[in-house]
């Protein structure tokens, strides 16, 4: 992890899940934004690496860095990931804030020897950025609190033709229509890009205690949708020019969290 990748975003305004013109439509306070660090590290490397990043995270507690927290997370392919709550894209600045509040309280010397330990340790890192909208996502609270037991996660990424942004939140909501139509009781957060990925993105992520306990929900759930659940997929398919894939869990161990972040769906 590196605290001057954050500069990348604002310099570049990434687009993390795309400026659609579906949020574009309604950029109301339901929605949050969040910035995402990530790191590919090196395979032979992840004890080093976990060790750095637990540092970073006991410090930040030790003292109390306000005004940012972060919720890490571990995939399988050794990518890491640092996912902060900002108010807007202003709330960069914040992060920056943040980790020169670190630097002021510990001295530059301690500050630059622990940012150090994570050198040597990533083969490649980057920001972007993510929005998630809770209004075409279906009970987007299951299963998102951390020390729950549910920390597995399973993420999908489709990548929309362009042209077809306006679709993406139709077809979105027949899936919530759907969803509550079978009662199926998992549910999904639906985030779209904003600034640094390829765009048109949408990203769906999914909660369970394990790829077992994700793979047995989803076939359950997908055989009660039956032939509908059929159609609607190859609708989604219709629009969508490339799916990545890829799981892995939420790591607590390595997170930074002062408060919850709430969304208009959390129903608090």
């Known amino acids: 992890m590196n605290c001057k990748p954050i500069s990348l975003i604002t310099a570049m305004m990434v687009s993390l899940l795309p400026l659609?013109?579906?949020?574009?439509?309604d950029q109301t306070a339901a929605?949050?934004?969040?910035?995402?660090?990530?790191?590919?590290?090196i395979p032979s490397r992840v004890v080093e690496y976990e060790k750095a990043a637990k540092n970073l995270a006991d410090l930040m507690k030790q003292h109390t860095i306000?005004?940012?927290?972060?919720?890490?997370?571990?995939?399988?392919?050794?990518?890491?990931?640092?996912?902060?709550?900002?108010?807007?894209?202003?709330?960069?600045d914040a992060i920056n804030a943040g980790f020169a509040e670190l630097q002021d309280k510990i001295g530059k010397e301690a500050f630059d020897r622990n940012m150090n330990m994570f050198s040597g340790n990533y083969h490649s890192h980057r920001d972007y950025m993510v929005r998630l909208h809770p209004e075409l996502s279906y009970k987007p609270e299951y299963g998102n609190q951390?020390?729950?037991?549910?920390?597995?996660?399973?993420?999908?990424?489709?990548?929309?033709?362009?042209?077809?942004?306006?679709?993406?939140?139709?077809?979105?909501?027949?899936?919530?229509?759907l969803n509550k139509s079978m009662d199926i009781q998992q549910g999904y957060r639906l985030?779209?890009?904003?600034?640094?990925?390829?765009?048109?993105?949408?990203?769906?992520?999914?909660?369970?205690?394990?790829?077992?306990?994700?793979y047995s929900n989803y076939e359950k759930n997908m055989k009660k949708m039956g032939y509908a659940g059929k159609?609607?997929?190859?609708?989604?398919?219709?629009?969508?020019?490339?799916?990545?894939?890829?799981?892995?869990?939420?790591?607590?161990?390595?997170?930074?969290?002062?408060?919850p972040v709430v969304t208009a769906s959390d129903g608090n």
């Open 20 to 25: 659609l013109a579906v949020h574009a439509q």
């Open 66 to 92: 306000a005004g940012m927290q972060y919720s890490a997370a571990s995939g399988d392919d050794f990518t890491y990931i640092y996912i902060s709550p900002v108010s807007n894209y202003a709330g960069l």
């Open 31 to 41: 929605t949050q934004l969040f910035t995402i660090h990530e790191d590919v590290v």
């Open 191 to 214: 985030y779209m890009g904003d600034m640094g990925t390829d765009m048109p993105l949408v990203i769906v992520a999914h909660s369970a205690k394990n790829a077992s306990d994700f």
């Open 146 to 177: 951390m020390n729950v037991g549910m920390d597995f996660r399973h993420w999908d990424f489709y990548h929309v033709y362009p042209g077809k942004e306006a679709q993406v939140a139709e077809i979105a909501k027949e899936w919530i229509e």
């Open 231 to 259: 159609k609607l997929m190859e609708k989604t398919m219709a629009i969508t020019w490339k799916i990545e894939r890829r799981e892995g869990s939420m790591r607590p161990d390595l997170s930074y969290i002062t408060q």
